[in-house]
């Protein structure tokens, strides 16, 4: 078995249980989430967006939990995609719908959980953000430390670890203490006036706590967190992966592999060159490579730069930059939403969100307007103009909503695509008909000099 680019498929960690053990340990770590997000999706209680007070109250009698038991499962069910929030009202989500039959929608739900475990157990309020963010930036080196001694390993070698990549982080930032000019620095200064770096190995942080004494007490909560969405065991002084974060760890780890060996280096390209080295792939192969991409990114950094080359003059890798957003899923709601009111994104964003909100990829087109889906076809006929084979573009016409094609050429007029007359140029030369393609000519001719 191949993913289309003769890379044979990779195989877990000898010892991994099989997908349908592993999605019979997920479903059971988040089975009070699934079941509360089956009450909010039977109850259709607008409320239960913002879990109001007394939706908590409802929930906790209905579902037999404590009012914590309900807000934290609650929180699990969002993250893991249980459950989707639209305005003030909630949705089942996908995977809640395939829960019950589908082991890899459930393993796609843990994994969420998994990656959001600083969510699921807030950090100490006395320590600074910074800290906390160097912490969990540093926890993938703790997980590959658990991961490859195969067994327990004791809390001092995982602060050891934890302790050498936090200040591995400060190295890479250039992190130099400020120096005041002035009396105030002289202290810092040798007698020939140089000024000496300062030890900043045991820097306080805003809570006036050095980082040094904060490690031990955040590794506690990392650890605990980790455990807390089932990732791993806690034992006297010692910490272990479950079956279950063995392999999320060495899902990770496959990713980076996937990502360093794609063809294109798309790992270290920008999205619009990222998108030309996926134009050619077949959907499943450059659905990877999005992925790949992606993981080596900040969701919001990816998602604004796929925007601004969907907001280029490239009508494919506008079309392409919304496939890859599809992989995004939820984190790029908001900004999808926002895309609606660009008129060279419209229809690409309702799409989006129609797919996304439940609706069948077959049926989507539903939501559009007879003018979207006509500058939807034009944008699209520009793409295979400018990247397709002439063939394309001539079944390409097959595709217009419109029955005939003078409807489709009096509203292809009307809609004012600026790729218009080079679509109906590129199309009059393509189409063996000769008196429909000197139609399309004439319509060309009077769209360039502004006839009705």
Known sequence: MTDGRGRPAPRPPEGTPPPAELARQARAVLADAVRIARWAAADRDPGAGHLAA?????ASAALDLTAEQVRASWDRARLAGLVELHGGTVRPGWRLQAWDRDDSAVLRGWVALFDAWSLIHPAPDDVAPATVAEVVEAVPQVLSLLQLSAGPVTAPALLDLLQQRVAELHEERCEVPEVPYGPEGAEASGADGTTEPADTTDAPDASGVSDEALL???LDWALEGLAAVGALTLGKGQATLTPLGNWAVWVKLEQ???AAQSPAGNIEQHAQDMLRGCARLTPGPARAEYRAWLAARTAGSAITELLAVARGEDALLRGLAFEALRV???PAEPSVRAAVNDTSLRPYALLWLAEYEGADPDDAADVLTREEATWLWVDTAAAVAD??????????LESAVQGTVPALLREVRAIGHPRTVQVLVALAAAHPDPALAKAVRRAAFQVHTGGA
């Open 328 to 330: 995004v899923g939820a």
């Open 216 to 218: 031990p007490p955040l």
């Open 54 to 58: 007394h939706t908590q109250e409802r």
């Open 387 to 396: 990247h397709g084979e002439t063939d394309l573009l001539v079944r390409h």
């Open 256 to 258: 980076i592999c996937v």
